[in-house]
Nanobody, 127 residues
Framework: QVQLVESGGGLVQAGGSLRLSCVVS????????MGWFRQAPGKEREFVAT????????YYANSAKGRFTISRDNAKNSVYLEMNSLKPEDTAVYYC????????????????????WGQGTQVTVSS
């Protein structure tokens, strides 16, 4: 059974930074493309960032470009989301997601493409 556990959320002032972590257990982490999504109250869950199995390819939502960085450490079964210059509109529950793929360069940007999800971590940005 695959489990994803996020951590690192919290309350931060606008302009501040947070680093989210997600640890994956249950199968070989390096076989997954990983993604971060977020869901604000009353809104749909939306894509934030994704990283390929090898870590060589990344892709970001426009809202995240230039401010967020996704990375992974396959030796630690972990994926990270470094968030800088945070804005109140970044307030949401952040979820990590995993999808098993063969191609080491594939990235995924759609919710339905991911098989496994964490429980989420709350990020609140005050103005």
């Amino acid at each position: 059974q695959v489990q994803l556990v996020e951590s690192g959320g919290g309350l931060v002032q606008a302009g501040g930074s947070l680093r989210l972590s997600c640890v994956v257990s249950g199968r070989t982490f390096s076989s997954y493309v990983m993604g971060w999504f977020r869901q604000a109250p009353g809104k749909e869950r939306e894509f934030v960032a994704t990283i390929s199995r090898s870590g060589s390819r990344t892709y970001y939502a426009n809202s995240a470009k230039g401010r967020f960085t996704i990375s992974r450490d396959n030796a630690k079964n972990s994926v990270y989301l470094e968030m800088n210059s945070l804005k109140p509109e970044d307030t949401a529950v952040y979820y990590c997601a995993a999808d098993g793929v063969l191609n080491t360069l594939v990235v995924r940007t759609t919710r339905n493409e991911y098989d496994y999800w964490g429980q989420g971590t709350q990020v609140t940005v005050s103005s």
